[in-house]
């Protein structure tokens, strides 16, 4: 087990471009998050899936956000249309169900992304 | 809706000294906390996980307490050292929601 990956590690795009973010989770792991983080800042939710279905999805998520889960294994993110405003470090996470509360979010080691 | 703060934003202590980082939270149905480490231009490394139920958990030099009533969170860093230097991020689970919210940070130096 190597954690939950991340690709691409960097992408820089012109602005009004299409980019996609996959990532593939601890395996046997059934959530997986998609967080943003901003310079100086916290994470913040986008959305999760339980299994191949998408439970929450934040009002950060505009509808130039997409993600899919299609087999419950892997994700991708997608930003249709960039703006620079989207340019941020965007972070998965895996976790499971070890008892009940007990829920450790495994982090991958994010996806950094520039907009010009 | 639930905001959590962490003071002090950041600090710089040398090498030795015992630390305590504050999280707070407006909203006390938690479903628990969790403390992680960041290093810079990397994702998050889970530190504790501490149930609502639960008054505080310990790894090796690290400790962190829960008081739910209060709206507070402590991470405890006993005998700091250069290793150490990183931010230190706390986040909580509401109750009903599987997100996490979480607070700016602390960034820590620890230096020789």
């Known amino acids: 087990d190597t954690g939950v990956s991340q690709d691409p590690r960097h992408k820089i795009t012109k602005r009004g471009q299409n980019v996609t973010f996959r990532c593939d989770p601890i395996?046997?792991?059934?959530?997986l998050y998609w967080y943003r983080q901003t310079l100086g800042q916290g994470p913040e939710f986008l959305t999760y899936?339980?299994?191949?279905?998408?439970?929450?999805k934040s009002r950060l998520l505009s509808d130039r956000f997409s993600a899919e889960r299609p087999k419950g294994s892997f994700s991708t993110l997608e930003i249709q249309r960039t703006e620079q405003g989207d340019s941020a470090m965007y972070l998965c996470a895996s976790s499971t169900i070890l008892g009940q509360g007990e829920e450790t979010q495994y982090f991958g080691p994010g996806t950094r992304l520039l907009v010009l | 809706k639930q905001e959590v703060t962490q003071i002090p934003a950041a600090l710089s202590v040398p090498e030795g000294e015992n630390l305590v980082l504050n999280c707070s939270f407006t909203?006390?149905?938690?479903?628990?906390l969790q403390w992680f480490r960041q290093d810079p231009g990397k994702g998050l490394t889970s530190l504790l996980l501490?149930?609502?139920?639960?008054r505080e958990q310990t790894s090796g030099r690290l400790n962190a307490s829960l008081d739910k009533s209060s709206g507070r969170s402590t991470l405890y860093i006993a005998a700091s050292q250069p290793g150490d230097s990183a931010t230190y991020l706390c986040?909580?689970?509401?109750?009903?929601?599987?997100?996490?919210?979480f607070g700016t940070g602390t960034r820590l130096q620890v230096f020789p």
């Open positions: 986040a909580a689970r509401e109750h009903n929601t599987d997100k996490l919210i």
């Open positions: 501490i149930q609502s139920s639960q």
């Open positions: 899936f339980q299994n191949e279905a998408q439970l929450e």
């Open positions: 909203d006390s149905a938690i479903y628990n």
């Open positions: 395996s046997e792991h059934n959530r």
